[in-house]
């Protein structure tokens, strides 16, 4: 009987019996109205300081920390943000409930270059120019700036329901962070992993500064491509065994034979970047690639490649590159060995060989410049571009696209770079300048090292194209280099935060050495590698991510060119180039960024402070430079974990982004694999990217983003949460508008069933029952706890949230909402006051109670505080431990019989739902069902129970034999049938059950022999 019902009594009923009934009564609403309630619980745990209450409860307990991936500091937290946060909150309050210690510090990463911008642009509306003003100033505005954004986020973290220790985070740009930082990298340099070298780096023209790949992501990009043409300038055996590893080994007839046929070649490469082609050194080629000599044979007159040439390709490659070049025809001359390619040396395509040539030197005094809007002359001296480039190995040349050979600008790229340094002996041995030129400046424009394009831009300030393409393509074709060109669209790197193309040049850079020995038979890589086999990844797929990462990755670019965040605290000797090891220096170093921070480092006066006499100031170098802020991020461990005691090293978890593989996760392995020789954490847990409801990404100018702030303005934190809950998130997640309507609902129906628990409850007086003895179904839903209980707490400490929500859920909504709660309204409404059933029936009502509403606090805070005040418990339920479930609830043979009992069940309820379809009933209880059961063992588990009550009519008959054809039944529940009749007799009126035996008690002749009983103790206790 439902509430609705019971304040319905027949027309005439002499008495109206609905005040008699035990209905539902709680003050717990059935509107949420969670935007309004949820601040108003975060003021009662703050007034209540619910996170040092926890702290003490904790106190003795093993700790479990999850340490936090610091957010930055300088805007509104995003949809993206608020799923981390509250997936962390999950794992904390979880673990805290379970038992642990688990003290959550929430953290801020301050440094950095989006900061500088902003406050470069304050300063620019302003009429100021950064570089006129004095650093440290500049570096207070940016603390400040960090200092409002950490404040505006620490607010909307709370309003997400995360607690945590907000009074005292930690803060990269604490005195306390920067001191640590410098002794962190101190520590590198004191072990010599730390150094200075010049390599190609990707390099942000437009934030003046290198990158690191963490800080680099890939987006479709146009670029010019060429073919380009290097004439062949010998090929002689001398320079062949010159480099080679055994210089006494003499020329092949093979070698010899191929050598007149090349010198008439050229030998062609492919490449996306023309800009670099005043940087060539050197030209790659595959050991284990067939090359061909070919001649063209037919071709358009205004062709660049003209009758009669002869190019060296990859044969595989021919094909498309004579295509490429517009090359009618063409024949295959000779083989070409890759002996006598280890020993070909070709001409730069733009060394001025011919007096038409543009770099020709004029009257031998000058020579002139491409034409171009340089229009500049060079005086004397040898002409540009006047050296040979050498053929040399590669592993990382292929034939499966371009020509087969790599054009290679060691100042340019990284493979460059290392396959110009492997062969750095045999140049020199014979004879070449392996010096590597600085030709593209801090400002994406040529230097004086590329003549006759200097000045000229690749990437503007703005981070568009610059005039160098053209220059160096028009270059080419002046001087017949140049046999094909065309446009490819690829991605191509771009900087994370300003979305602007990326350049590699050499620069000065200080570096983290991946492979230096470190005397214990390990080095930065190996270590790293067997750190990542340690961890434990959710879901596994982050350790071979990770694993391929540091694998292959260079060595750590560490050095900045900025002005905001912690220097690279050494000193050099101007002379020797040495850093300076001295545990005293870096001391008084580590010991003023304590009570003073890095700003001290730029003081005047700071060199002759920190060395104090034992150095002579002018002749050492103090390194301006600033860390990379992955640096500082990666050293958290050492100044949070480390430092607090509130807190231990490692921690349990570290949970981010998938992107964090190349971010945090990564740099603090290297950081702490550097000075500690582990990682810093025992589980790494990732979790996917937050993409629009029809699976695009995010993007403002879609109009499809949508603001966490806004979802709590709607709905409240909870439902939020309870979105984040319900997803898998170890792959990327869809929200919007449907999407959140139906969490709303999933709320709702939750919701219902926590206030029907609390209305009922409201009758419970605490009588001590004897579960022992309880009826059937309510030791069922105790086993089913005793199930559910080692289920969730598994769950949980796997970091299962979408398994505890879904199953938590349709516990709620199917097992309690539509079948046990269904089943026992009856009784909980109209059993007497003394009615055994009921009180066992209330007993395990509150236990389903305590228990579902500990399961979920960690991922719906707000509402379980709410359910278990209006429970009259005075102590938050974060305070609770998870309830307390008892094994010797689990009966599995009971459960299998209930399972039988169900299945028939079902058919029933199939068979009453069409007969009030069909409107023959108003309500089950008008229902009398005849059901058929074949199976004897079927049948007698029903027979067991009282099967009116658990099908909610006024009777039920069971029946052996097959299935009635002509009767309801259910395909898969075979040999079932249920045929419904209408209920014999008077319905109750207290009751509304349909019996025969209304009125056999006279004082109340309109109620069943059961409610007149339960009237009788109620008028007595009146």
Known sequence: MTSKEAKSPEAGAARDYSETLYLPKTEFPMRAGLPKREPEWLAKWSEGDLYETLRADSAGREKFILHDGPPYANGHIHIGTALNKILKDFVVRSHQMLGYDANYVPGWDCHGLPIEWKVEENFRSQGRNKDAIPINEFRRECREFATHWLGVQREEFQRLGVIGDFKDPYLTMSFLAEAQIA??????????????????????????????EAEVEYHDYQSDT????????????????????????????????????????????????????????????????????????????ENWAKVGERFVVADSLAEAIFKEARVDAFVRRDDVPAAVLAGTMCYHPLWPREKDHPFYPQGGKQFVGVPGPQGKHFAGGAAPYSFL??????????????????????????????????????????????????????????????????????????????????????????VGALIGRGRLKHQYPHSWRSKKPVIFRNTPQWFIAMDKALGDDTTLRTRALKAIGDTQFVPAAGRNRLNGMIENRPDWVVSRQRAWGVPITVFVHKETGEVLIDETVNERIADAFDAEGADAWFADGAAERFLAGDHDASQYEKVDDILD?????????????????????????????????????????????????????????????????????????LGNT?????????????????WVASQDYTDDQRIGPEILKGVADSYRKLRNS?????????????????????????????????????????????????????????????ELSAF????????????????????????????????????????????????????????????EAFAGVDPAWRDDALAERWERVKKVRRVVTGALEIERRDKRIRASLEAHPIVKIEDDALRAAVEAVQFDDVVITSAVTIEPGPADAAAF??????????????????????????????????????????????????????
């Open 389 to 478: 480039v050498p053929l040399l190995p590669g592993d990382h040349v292929t034939d499966d696209a371009g020509t087969g050979f790599v054009h290679t600008a060691p100042g340019h790229g990284v493979e460059d770079f290392e396959v110009w340094t492997e062969n750095k002996r045999r140049l020199e041995a014979a004879g070449i300048d392996t010096n590597i030129p600085y030709t593209v400046g801090a400002d994406g424009r040529y230097t004086r090292e590329a003549p006759g394009f200097e000045g000229l831009a690749v990437i503007t300030d703005e981070g568009k194209k610059g005039e160098a393409n053209k220059a160096v393509i028009d270059a080419l074709v002046a």
């Open 226 to 301: 060429v073919l380009v043409a290097f004439p062949v300038a010998n090929v002689d055996s001398r320079a062949i065994n010159a480099l080679r590893d055994n210089p006494s080994e003499p020329g092949s007839p093979e070698d010899e034979a191929v050598i007149t046929d090349l010198l008439e070649a050229r030998i062609v490469i492919w490449t996306t970047t023309p800009w670099t082609l005043p940087g060539n050194r050197a030209i790659a080629y595959g050991p284990n690639i067939s090359y061909g000599l070919y001649e063209v044979t037919e071709a358009a007159a």
């Open 629 to 701: 802020v992955w640096f500082d991020s990666g050293s958290t461990h050492a100044f949070c974990l480390a430092k607090r005691p509130d807190l231990k090293w490692p921690a349990d978890v570290y949970l981010e982004g998938s992107d964090q593989h190349r971010g945090w996760f990564h740099s603090s392995l290297l950081e702490s694999c550097g000075t500690r020789g582990r990682a810093p954490y025992d589980t790494v847990i990732t979790h996917g990217f937050t993409m629009a409801e029809d699976g695009r990404k995010m993007s403002k100018s």
């Open 754 to 814: 926590i206030r029907w628990m609390l209305g009922t409850l409201a009758h419970d007086d605490g009588t001590p029952v004897d579960l022992a003895t309880a009826p059937e179904l309510e030791r069922l839903m105790l086993h089913r706890l005793a199930e559910l209980d080692g289920e969730i707490r598994a769950a949980y400490r796997r970091f299962d949230y979408n398994h505890v929500a879904h199953t938590l859920m349709n516990f709620a909504n199917v």
């Open 820 to 879: 046990y709660f269904d089943i026992r309204k009856d009784a909980l409404y109209c059993d007497a006051p003394s009615s055994a059933r009921r009180k066992a029936s209330l007993a395990v009502v509150s236990i389903l109670f305590d228990t579902l509403v500990t399961w979920l606090a960690p991922l719906l805070p707000f509402t379980m505080e709410e359910a278990w005040e209006s429970r009259g418990r005075e102590r938050s339920v974060h305070r």
């Open 969 to 1022: 039944t259910l395909p898969e529940v075979p040999g079932v049938s249920v045929r419904v009749e209408k209920a014999e007799g008077t319905r109750c009126a207290r009751s509304w059950k349909v019996s025969t035996d209304v009125g056999a008690d006279p004082r109340y002749p309109d109620l069943s022999p059961r409610d007149a009983a339960a009237m009788a103790e109620i008028d007595a206790a009146a």
């Open 706 to 722: 949508i603001a966490p702030q806004d979802i709590i303005d709607q709905y409240g934190a909870d439902i939020l949460r309870l």
């Open 183 to 212: 002794r962190e990298l101190m520590k590198f340099a004191v072990s010599k992993q730390l150094y200075r070298g010049s390599k190609p780096v990707m390099w942000s023209v437009v934030e003046r500064t290198a990158l690191a």
